[in-house]
């Protein structure tokens, strides 16, 4: 088996410099470590990683923790977070919560013990009561929910902002009556919540009443629940000609239940979701939505937690990222 030392000899350095080579350190100039890697290519020379993480303390793993798996948008950004976690040699074990708060604490105590070096952890069920939960002796990242400001690192959906954009995209598009396709808002600042007052800010910065009527809250975010909704607002008779849904899965529903009580979109309805899966740009209409930049949020959030991983001395605070967004604007609100 070709050793460290043989690909050493073959390059003319020292040991040092082919770890050095291997473990990405910047302090090798480009052409000795260009002559490392030919002599590795060479030899044959391939890095033994479970002996490398073995010495460092390291499984080269981390967990990733999603309410639900088999929900377009929690696929994409478990794929968006295991590319961005292969760029610093990671891989990637996913967990499924179901929104169930113990099932979130459980991913937190039980991911040592699963041999994680670090958790990536989409809370949905935990709130502002639960921050203790959140003092583990590994490092943790929050993703998604704008939920607390609790001791670990978060990066944070736009949510307010972005349903804010949402909603006035439709008001300028000449909607007056705007409804809102949500889920159960509870005490916390969760999802539905949030994209909720973003949307009511918005009505009132177009000079639009907030009829409470207009409000349609869905018992999940599922197109099942989206559908049931857009037909009791078509039912209702409540002259609706525009709807804000929190979800692309709740718009598909939603597109659904229009069709079914004959309302056409966008000529009588437009429609705006938000996270823009893929599915939605080859629906009929396609569907304008909000996108959360899936990517830059996975590309971020892993970065946050390979600085905790690899933190000498005292601990930096804890840091609060806002995602960005853009609103992609398709047939379903009289786009192109």
């Not at 030899?43 to 999603?66: D, E, P």
């Not at 809370?123 to 590994?138: I, R």
């Not at 993703?143 to 990066?155: A, K, M, S, T, Y």
């Not at 007056?176 to 007052?197: E, M, Q, Y």
């Amino acid at each position: 088996m070709t050793t460290i030392q043989d690909v050493a000899k073959a390059a003319g350095v020292s040991p040092m410099t082919v770890s050095n080579v291997i473990n990405g350190h910047p302090n090798v100039r480009p052409a000795t470590a260009a002559k490392v890697r030919d002599a590795m290519a060479a030899l044959g020379y391939r890095v033994n990683v479970a002996a490398r993480n073995l010495r460092r303390g390291r499984t080269g793993t981390i967990g990733l923790a999603v309410p639900e798996i088999n929900r377009p948008y929690y696929g994409r950004l478990a794929a968006a977070v295991i590319t961005a976690a292969a760029r610093h040699g990671l891989r990637v074990g996913i967990e499924q919560t179901g929104a169930v708060r113990e099932n979130e604490v459980a991913a937190l105590e039980l991911s040592r013990t699963r041999l994680y070096d670090g958790l990536i952890l989409s809370a949905v069920g935990m709130g502002a009561a639960d921050t203790e939960w959140l003092k583990v002796d590994h490092p943790v990242v929050l993703l998604g929910e704008r939920i607390f400001g609790g001791p670990v690192d978060h990066v944070a959906m736009p949510n307010a902002e972005a349903a804010h954009a949402a909603t006035a995209h439709l008001a300028a598009r000449g909607c007056r009556r705007i409804a809102i396709v949500c889920g159960p808002v509870g005490p916390g600042p969760g999802v539905s919540a949030l994209r909720l007052a973003g949307y009511r800010q918005a009505l009132a910065d177009a000079g639009l009443p907030a009829d409470p009527a207009l409000v349609r809250t869905a018992p999940e975010l599922t197109m099942a629940a989206g559908a049931a909704c857009a037909r009791e607002l078509a039912d209702a008779g409540a002259g609706v000609d525009g709807v804000f849904c929190v979800t692309d899965t709740v718009a598909m529903g939603v597109l659904r239940g229009l069709a079914d009580r004959g309302v056409r979109v966008p000529g009588d309805v437009k429609v705006i979701g938000f996270d823009d899966i893929d599915e939605a740009a080859f629906l009929v209409p396609s569907l304008s939505t909000v996108d959360p930049d899936h990517n830059a949020m996975a590309r971020r959030t892993v970065e946050l937690l390979v600085r905790r991983l690899e933190a000498a001395g005292p601990a930096a605070p804890p840091e609060e990222v806002v995602g960005p967004f853009s609103l992609v604007v398709r047939e379903s609100t009289g786009g192109p």
